[in-house]
């Protein structure tokens, strides 16, 4: 396609001229394109699209390969030569950027569609600051279109399940008001390329951390959606909501996604913010340090998601054990650092024990095999970690305890008398021991820093959810969720491809083959 004719094209609104003589056009994709409709084309950053109909100014319509649909206008730029290669292409447009004469006739060249450096930094702030009107508009029509009425319509849906299916979503159409506010202030309408919005998002940084319910929520929400939507009148209704406020034509299912989806978009459209500014640029330092933080912001909230799915998986175990005594774990726990086999004596016993240890935040757990079913274990006590100090024993004889040890290690109180002193058959095993505590710790001042904390009302609906999968009458057991559970931990002493059963072996003493150990290998004689 001649340089003169994408040129006018371009000019004149990306209109329908574009392609009015037949040629064929190629636009590159800036970035990702993650679509919510069928009709909508997906693709990658770097993609090379074939533009089809550009009458759009929005909206155009191209075509990957065997797959077509709408893509938004401003996710791509033109390729100046629609002969050449990409490749070709992007080496020309580095060559011609590095003098000024040739960047002043590429810029002649490109028009204002591919220009130089500041024209693309232009460009991507105006698709930030696009993209939030969008949806700052996006979020009051949920507002407004949905939840008030949802609110007006006490016979068709009780509190609970609005804060199911919304979420905190106010709160996030709150703070997203104010946050547009501030960017529209740092806005510079005449140059957008001097525009310094980095600050804004540095300011507000731990006010993002609110899309962290929302997206733990999210599942539950598409639950809940789910269920009412097999009954017609939710069906009529949402759709009536829908039309009333002139949205779009996709489902509820589909606008509640979008806050998932944004939190996400920020880092990438930091990154490619920063690839386009001056690192003289006044800016520049505000907009690397703002893409650090939203990707922390993005990683708290995939780990925050993370510990509240094992939550359920911790109540399972603990449903799981015979005998439990005292509180339940999801009380001061909400992740499993480590387990493991060990020999335990304890002042003022010392006689060895051989006991199964799980490690939690804050809690250490320790339990009993059953002498058959070496699946089953009984409660026998925990320690409190929070008051208590990790001490790393050579060698050799123990002063405390007056025995010689070996691979051992001794948890005492920072205040009191008590005093555990463990022993692993290997000296692997003891280091692995050691830096199990040092993580576990590492990881309640994290918690404490990032104020991570469960709800009761989570607390109790994963007990609750456990104690279900239990019914009266049938023998406990540490089933297999629980041992994938385990597994999924990546504790080097344990093994990655082995069931449960097997794992629990491992751990244990080898001991001769005695009769009452053939009995309980009998299938009928089992509990």
């Not at 649909?69 to 730029?77: D, M």
């Not at 708290?300 to 998601?305: C, F, Q």
């Amino acid at each position: 396609m001649p340089a003169a004719k994408l040129r006018c094209s371009w000019r004149n609104g990306r209109s329908c001229g574009l392609i009015s003589d037949g040629s064929v056009v190629y636009a590159e994709a800036l970035w990702d394109h993650v679509t919510m409709d069928i009709q909508e084309l997906g693709f990658k950053a770097g993609d090379v699209i074939e533009v089809i109909d550009a009458t759009n100014k929005e909206w155009w319509w191209g075509r990957i390969m065997d797959s077509e649909g709408w893509f938004p206008a401003s996710f791509v730029r033109l390729r100046v030569n629609q002969d050449e290669p990409m490749e070709q292409f992007s080496d020309h447009l580095e060559e011609s950027q590095c003098g000024n004469e040739d960047q002043a006739g590429l810029g002649l060249l490109l028009g204002p569609g591919i220009p130089c450096k500041e024209q693309m930094r232009a460009n991507v702030i105006n698709e930030i600051m696009s993209t939030e009107r969008d949806y700052i508009k996006h979020l009051k029509d949920i507002w407004e279109g949905y939840i008030k009425q949802c609110h007006k319509r006490t016979d068709m849906f009780t509190e609970e399940q609005l804060r199911t299916i919304f979420g905190n979503i106010e709160d996030i159409y709150k703070f997203q008001r104010k946050f547009l506010k501030d960017l529209e202030k740092k806005f510079n309408n005449e140059q957008p390329h001097l525009s310094e919005i980095g600050c804004c998002f540095l300011e507000h940084q731990t006010d993002f951390q609110i899309y962290s319910e929302y997206c733990n929520n999210h599942p539950n929400a598409c639950i809940q959606l789910s269920k009412l939507m097999k009954v017609n009148k939710y069906v009529f209704f949402f759709e009536a909501c829908r039309l009333l406020q002139k949205m779009i034509d996709i489902s509820l299912d589909g606008f509640l996604l979008t806050p998932v989806q944004k939190i996400c978009k920020y880092p990438l459209q930091l990154a490619e913010l920063l690839k386009y500014t001056n690192p003289q640029h006044r800016d520049y330092k505000d907009v690397e340090a703002a893409l650090n933080a939203m990707k922390n912001v993005a990683r708290l909230i995939n780990e925050r998601k993370r510990r509240l799915e094992n939550i359920d998986k911790i109540a399972h175990w603990q449903s799981s054990i015979e005998d439990w005594e005292g509180e339940d774990v999801l009380v001061r726990s909400s992740e499993l650092i480590f387990s493991g086999e060990m020999t335990k004596l304890s002042q003022p016993q010392t006689k060895s024990q051989q006991r199964m240890f799980f490690l939690f935040d804050h809690q250490m757990v320790y339990c009993k095999k059953d002498l058959l079913r070496r699946d089953i274990l009984y409660y026998k006590g925990r320690v409190d970690m929070d008051l208590m100090e990790v001490i790393d024993l050579e060698d050799g004889k123990e002063k405390d305890f007056n025995i010689t040890v070996k691979n051992a290690l001794k948890l005492r109180a920072r205040s009191g008398d008590e005093v555990h002193l463990l022993c692993t058959k290997k000296p692997e095993q003891k280091q692995r021991w050691i830096q199990a505590f040092t993580d576990e710790r590492k990881q309640v001042h994290h918690d404490r820093e990032t104020g991570f904390s469960l709800t009761e009302v989570q607390k109790k609906q994963a007990m609750l959810n456990a104690f279900k999968s239990h019914p009266a009458g049938k023998p406990k057991a540490v089933t297999r969720p629980y041992c994938d559970f385990l597994l999924r931990q990546k504790h080097p002493s344990l093994p990655t491809a082995l069931p449960q059963q097997q794992v629990f072996m491992l751990a244990e003493p080898k001991r001769k083959t005695t009769f009452w150990h053939n009995i309980g290998r009998l299938t009928p004689f089992k509990k």
